[in-house]
């Protein structure tokens, strides 16, 4: 770049356009939000109104009480993941934007399913349910309700394990997530 | 202790708002009544829609945040145009609106309607009163933020109750808003990085849209400009940015924009973009827009850099703040102003080959030698205000604007009705200016209304109707486009114009004669009070040159 006055060439041809790109992976967006009315809405419509698709999301509240996160995950191969940050940054109740670097990140879901699970079936979904770490809070004759923490992926690889038994129902929290080491997220 | 609205009033005399516009209702009751005794000029509108766009027009005339008041319900739902106008052109507005009572919100009450949510879409940002004790603060905030950054409107929605309530009013001091600290310096490295990039550009163009008025930076940009000899354009909402006529002065770009703008953009090898957005009446067909440029591109609003077309450098800040470092800085790169001389030739070529032109005629008053007669008539100096459509288009191109904040037009949303009541809102706030406004038959129905407002309260808009009897330019794109197969853009010939004028104590003109215009244009703007002029020109008349929906610019035609 060089200081001021310096004849140091500079051909047009050097200059490239960075942003605007898709990165074509999940991103993990942390956005910190003023607890006031009609936050969510102001989010949820912005990304309806500029066409931008949310894969899952969490809304809760912080340590600090006029403070709520929302943790909110979309797939960067579908939007230029800087113009959404740059309008959600626009909303004047956000105060900070967090785009999660996967490597750095800590992510959890909680997900319930309600499986089909007679005769030789449940023995078969327990030993699934024990392998990821799962757990049975509701039996009857005929089904069990499971739960299972984990991150998105495995949650989905739960659910691709379970579904074959008869998947009745099933309920996902959204991912929320936090960033590795002292700092704040 | 004092009611609330008592000190609504308070926060606007400290906010230094001299003049409002709005209607009063049920829910804003309370409101109206602190009016009686605030010391603040209220002009009562006859449409709230009028009193939005009439804010509009003193904000964009004076530069000042115009401020708009609507009861509940309609007259909430009726300044929605006028909010996403004021969105879509970064107008500073700030709305106050007038809510039922607390107890009968959500419960469909009588002219309940959810402000709130309606218009979530169309501010920058809004406020839900839930305590009384929080009005003042949301009103000094509302100023900052409709004011601050990319300007935008701003809205206060007061339930009834909470606005009669007594509270403990104490100034306030200060506006912090955690989450809103718009950038306004400009990155130093950015900065010079830019100005080497012009320095050694060979096909430079310096593009400005509304956002160098918005930012009062015209004096800078102009600076820069004539630093060397770097060509200029200007979009739709720019016009006044630079000063045209002037030798480096290409005229306006984008769908009907010059041929010289629009081919200097295609060829250009650096495109400067300052407070513009690239909208798509910019730019054409977005795929094979300038594709020879490399792009600096300068904005206070960070979403807009790369959101439709990737900038090479990107500099977010104030443009009044970045022009004036961005010279001196191309200054000190020491460029060479020889290396312009071949692009100078290029471009002195399109301008004697493609001059905007039209076959004039002796037998009818041709609706651009309409705008031409005002210039004249006007000698250029006045506020033009206009509404939407060919006429708006053709005041764009023949009125020549040389200074910021005398062009007063809806150009994001193209709000038809916009006209009238803008023209007075900038009367209102630039009284010793001429205000005029050139629209058309069709438009000024929109919101003609507001003719009772000027007459009751003296404000001297001269209106000049380019009367054609059609939906101008959705007829012209039915000829273009659709075959000639004419569908509802036939006005017919009502209503007459001159006794409209009169029934609301204007004064009223026809005029037919191409050969005394000028001079009848004169006597009408010299004529005491609003005055409304019909001027029948050409009916079936194209707007010209012009970029088809989705062409190139390089294939604009007429």
């Given at each position: 770049m060089g200081e001021p006055g310096t004849k140091e060439l500079l051909t047009l041809e050097e200059l490239e356009a960075s942003s605007g790109v898709r990165t074509g992976r999940k991103h993990i967006l942390s956005i910190l939000v003023e607890n006031k009315p009609g936050v969510l809405t102001r989010i949820a419509g912005l990304f309806a109104r500029r066409g931008f698709n949310i894969d899952t999301l969490a809304v809760g509240p912080t340590d600090d009480e006029r403070l709520s996160r929302i943790t909110l995950t979309l797939d960067g191969a579908m939007h230029p993941i800087d113009q959404v940050t740059k309008q959600l940054h626009k909303l004047v109740n956000v105060i900070k934007i967090r785009d999660l670097e996967p490597a750095d990140t800590v992510a959890r879901e909680l997900a319930l399913f309600k499986v089909t699970a007679d005769g030789g079936a449940r023995g078969e979904v327990m030993q699934i349910v024990e392998i990821f770490r799962g757990k049975i809070i509701d039996v009857t004759r005929r089904s069990v309700i499971i739960e299972v923490t984990g991150t998105w992926e495995k949650v989905e690889a739960f659910e691709r394990m379970v579904r074959p038994f008869g998947l009745v129902e099933m309920a996902r929290t959204g991912e929320i997530a936090i960033s590795r080491g002292r700092g704040e997220t | 202790m004092m009611r609330a609205v008592d000190a609504v009033m308070e926060c606007l005399a400290a906010e230094g708002v001299d003049v409002v516009f709005g209607y009063p209702g049920g829910a804003n009751l309370p409101t109206y009544d602190a009016f009686v005794d605030a010391g603040i000029r209220h002009v009562l509108v006859r449409h709230e829609a009028g009193g939005g766009h009439a804010a509009e027009g003193y904000a964009k005339a004076s530069g000042r945040v115009g401020v708009v008041f609507a009861t509940s319900g309609p007259g909430a739902t009726n300044i929605v145009t006028p909010l996403t106008d004021a969105m879509m052109d970064s107008v500073p507005l700030v709305a106050f609106t007038g809510q039922v009572r607390t107890d009968l919100l959500?419960?469909?009450?009588?002219?309940?309607?959810?402000t709130f949510g309606i218009t979530m879409p169309i501010v920058k940002h809004s406020f839900m009163i839930q305590?009384?004790?929080e009005i003042p603060r949301a009103v000094h905030e509302a100023f900052h933020i409709a004011r601050t950054g990319r300007p935008g409107p701003v809205l206060i929605d007061m339930p009834t109750d909470l606005t009669r309530a007594e509270i403990d009013y104490q100034p306030v001091g200060d506006v912090r808003l955690p989450g809103y600290q718009p950038t306004t310096e400009g990155n130093q490295k950015q900065i010079r990085l830019a100005a080497k990039a012009l320095a050694n550009a060979r096909r430079p163009v310096l593009y400005a849209g509304g956002g160098v008025i918005n930012a009062n930076a015209a004096a800078e940009l102009t600076e820069l400009a004539v630093s060397d000899r770097l060509p200029v354009t200007c979009t739709l909402m720019g016009l006044g940015a630079f000063p045209a006529p002037h030798a480096q002065w290409l005229g306006m770009l984008g769908m009907h924009g010059t041929r010289t703008a629009n081919y200097a953009m295609d060829e250009a090898d650096l495109i400067v973009a300052v407070g513009a957005r690239f909208d798509d009446r910019i730019t054409g067909k977005l795929s094979e827009f300038a594709p020879r440029a490399k792009f600096v591109h300068i904005d206070?609003?960070?979403?807009?850099?790369?959101?439709?077309i990737p900038a090479h450098i990107p500099i977010v800040g104030d443009a009044k703040n970045i022009l004036p470092r961005l010279t001196a800085e191309y200054r000190a790169a020491g460029p060479d102003a020889e290396r312009l001389a071949g692009w100078w030739e290029r471009i002195e070529g399109w301008r004697a080959q493609h001059p905007l032109r039209y076959e004039d005629s002796d037998a009818e008053i041709k609706p651009q030698y309409m705008v031409e007669a005002l210039y004249e008539a006007t000698g250029g100096d006045c506020i033009l205000a206009s509404d939407v459509g060919q006429h708006q288009m053709w005041s764009a191109q023949y009125f020549h604007f040389a200074k910021p904040r005398r062009w007063i037009n809806s150009g994001g949303l193209g709000t038809m009705g916009f006209g009238l009541p803008a023209a007075m809102g900038a009367a209102v706030a630039c009284p010793d200016e001429t205000t005029c406004l050139i629209t058309g038959d069709a438009s000024v129905q929109m919101n003609s209304q507001e003719l009772a407002t000027c007459t009751e309260n003296g404000i001297p808009v001269k209106v000049f109707i380019m009367n054609n009897g059609y939906l101008g330019m959705v007829r012209q794109w039915q000829e273009l486009f659709?075959?000639?197969?004419?569908?509802?853009?036939?006005?017919?010939?009502?209503?007459?114009f001159v006794k409209l004028a009169e029934a609301y104590g204007a004064t009223g003109m026809r005029l037919t004669d191409k050969s005394t215009l000028v001079a009848d244009m004169r006597k009408a703007i010299e004529t005491p009070g609003p005055v409304v002029v019909d001027v029948r020109v050409t009916r079936e008349e194209n707007t010209y040159p012009m970029i088809a929906p989705g062409a190139a610019a390089r294939d604009m035609v007429g």
């Open positions: - | 959500g419960t469909d009450g009588f002219q309940e309607a959810d305590h009384p004790g206070v609003d960070p979403a807009e850099i790369s959101k439709n659709w075959d000639r197969r004419y569908s509802h853009v036939d006005m017919g010939s009502w209503p007459d």
